[in-house]
């Protein structure tokens, strides 16, 4: 029986309901859940895939019916699949940064070329002849003296796709944010990389049906023996938008307020 399970450490986690807590709110998925509604794109993904976005989901919170986590594979026409994609929505990265105790704020902009001069813009606003060269953020936490200070440049993760190409200055300000973010609060948010930073990803959106949710939550609990064993994970990634279908109705709980 002991190596069997060596074998197979992940078949608890896939075959059965994990439930774990989200403000509030009790969450249950299961291996057959995620693969079924959980993922877009058009390659299958592993059992370890799997088994990565529901202990994301676990041990960092988040819950994947409220669009806080989602699990994303393409197939590759040149090559093998790249691995799946674990992408943070950035609703879930900013309320996880925002109820740390001493946080204290941020300002953010971005970074253009006016006239041959470098100038640091607050917001996400420009003239027209400004050329965009990057994005800078700042983030207050109440127990230091200094702000933790990014600054990014646009060429690194501009990879000229999707809402880039419309809204530049809004996806390199965000960017420059969650940077910044990641930086004053390593312990809260080490794990955690969007999409902007990546640029890998185009718009995605999942549709997740409100009876699937009840399903899941009315089966039997049944915690595995990993539920002691803290993943590491490696990468994270955020959706540039996702709308949510009409049928869903959960209601996220508001983040506290934050400047701008």
Avoid at 11 to 25: A, C, P
Avoid at 221 to 231: A, F, H
């Amino acid at each position: 029986m002991a190596k069997e399970n060596y074998s197979d450490p992940n078949g608890k986690l896939l075959n059965s309901i994990t439930t774990f807590e989200v403000n509030g709110e009790e969450v249950k998925l299961s291996g057959n859940i995620i693969r079924d509604y959980l993922v877009s794109g058009n390659a299958e993904v592993t059992d370890q895939e799997i088994i990565m976005f529901l202990q994301l989901c676990k041990y960092q919170k988040l819950n994947p019916f409220l669009n806080e986590a989602y699990l994303v594979k393409f197939k590759n026409t040149k090559g093998p699949d790249k691995p799946a994609q674990i992408i943070v929505s950035k609703e879930a990265f900013m309320k996880r940064a925002e109820t740390h105790e001493q946080y204290d704020g941020f300002e953010a902009g971005v970074i253009v070329e006016r006239g041959g001069e470098i100038i640091e813009l607050e917001g996400a606003v420009s003239l027209a002849t400004d050329k965009l060269l990057g994005g800078w953020a700042k983030v207050f936490r109440k127990d230091r003296n200094r702000p933790v200070s990014v600054r990014i440049s646009e060429k690194e993760f501009n990879k000229r796709q999707s809402t880039w190409n419309t809204m530049p200055l809004t996806m390199m300000r965000k960017t420059a944010v969650v940077n910044a973010m990641r930086e004053a609060f390593p312990d809260n948010l080490g794990a955690m990389y969007t999409e902007e930073e990546q640029g890998a990803l185009q718009n995605t959106e999942t549709s997740v049906q409100q009876e699937i949710k009840q399903n899941a939550n009315a089966e039997m609990l049944d915690i595995s023996s990993q539920q002691n064993e803290v993943p590491n994970f490696k990468e994270v990634r955020e959706p540039e938008h996702v709308e949510m279908p009409p049928k869903y109705d959960e209601q996220q709980s508001t983040p506290p307020a934050r400047p701008y």
